[in-house]
């Protein structure tokens, strides 16, 4: 199999089935009808009372004031229970003392490994363990019409499914709603504006013809086994299977009138491969008392307030920003996140892409 690589990062358009999520609990405000399988982000101006429900970008141009609190009005929960008052004051008094219950550091990640091409009917496929929690993602890519309002785009959707074997909470409705959330999740965090400014995923990479022909890719991730931080997984073995990814070469056969799709020949040898250089990586930063920790497991989440999840790319640019927890989140203190986060992202990016080579090198074999 050929492979050439030209630039890429995709986004997703979510047009090919329902998104499912985990248990939804509306904090500040009602949204008046239980739909929201969206999360929506309220910056209230505590002078005015106004609020502003766009969702919330890491873009300079649309971050929130200094004046400016910002709230979850929904958000997911994978709860641990039966947990002592002794055993949560064993963890949070351990993040305290910058000393976890599993012998790590506030900003420190439990082992990770990756294996790529582990689906043979998909395009690119990667498997991510990250300590206990293990996902799978893959990506196929499917011939399609751009839409009419970005006619220089390809089409890329996200789907997560959560096992019923990876936790018991998944069975039914529990893990149709986490799903949901992880999805939308990875979204904000990929894909930035309605546009796509900021976004970690060029779609201009996927056009065929211009109007007319584009690549629809779908990415779909699969949560095998769950020991917290799932969405950081996800974004990992996107990542990893993006890079594993292969998208035959289409070589325009005839010119077509305006109306008429263009006749395309597809090659079953030649393939262009994605440059997921500029793709970025997903660290979640979880508040638990005062501090706040990267890569928590289920217990440790069981116990957090709020958090923060960014999206940076290997060029310190953060593509996107979401939030979960019920607890409002100052602005001084999300920059504060932001910059932490950003430096977090390097480890993790050379750790994963060592991983990928590593992958790489054992499939060649």
Request: glycine share 10%; net charge negative; proline share 4%.
């Amino acid at each position: 199999m050929t492979r050439n690589h030209v630039g890429s990062t995709i986004h997703p358009t979510n047009s090919r089935g329902t998104l499912h999520s985990n248990k939804y609990r509306l904090t500040i405000a009602s949204i008046g009808e239980k739909r929201a399988h969206r999360p929506v982000f309220f910056c209230r101006d505590p002078h005015t009372g106004s609020a502003n429900t766009e969702g919330l970008v890491a873009d300079k141009a649309r971050a929130a004031p200094p004046s400016l609190d910002l709230v979850l009005c929904g958000s997911p929960e994978v709860g641990m229970k039966g947990l002592s008052v002794g055993e949560k004051l064993f963890i949070q008094g351990g993040i305290a003392q910058d000393l976890r219950t599993d012998g790590r550091r506030r900003l420190n990640y439990r082992p990770i490994s990756v294996e790529t091409d582990v689906i043979s009917q998909a395009n690119g496929s990667a498997r991510v363990r990250m300590g206990g929690t293990e996902v799978i993602a893959t990506v196929k890519a499917e011939l399609g019409r751009p839409n009419a309002m970005q006619p220089d785009k390809g089409k890329v959707s996200i789907f997560v499914d959560c096992s019923p074997t990876a936790e018991p909470t998944f069975e039914g409705r529990g893990g149709e709603e986490l799903a949901t959330e992880l999805s939308v999740a990875l979204e904000r965090c990929l894909l930035g504006g309605k546009s796509g400014a900021g976004a970690g995923i060029d779609l201009s990479s996927l056009i065929v013809v211009e109007g007319k022909l584009c690549w629809d890719l779908y990415i779909e991730g699969l949560v095998v086994s769950s020991d917290g931080n799932l969405l950081d997984a996800l974004g990992a073995a996107i990542k990893a299977a993006l890079s594993n990814t292969g998208i035959p070469k289409v070589n325009v056969s005839a010119e077509a009138s305006a109306n008429e799709q263009p006749e395309v020949d597809v090659s079953d040898e030649e393939f262009l491969q994605f440059d997921t250089s500029g793709v970025p990586v997903i660290v979640t930063l979880t508040k638990v008392g005062r501090h706040y920790i990267v890569d928590a497991t289920l217990e440790e989440e069981s116990q957090m307030s709020s958090a923060i999840s960014i999206s940076v790319n290997r060029h310190g640019h953060v593509c996107g920003l979401t939030k979960r927890g019920g607890a409002g989140v100052d602005p001084s203190v999300i920059l504060d996140m932001i910059s932490v986060g950003k430096h977090v992202s390097e480890q993790l990016l050379n750790k994963l892409d060592s991983e990928i080579a590593a992958a790489e090198a054992d499939e060649e074999e």
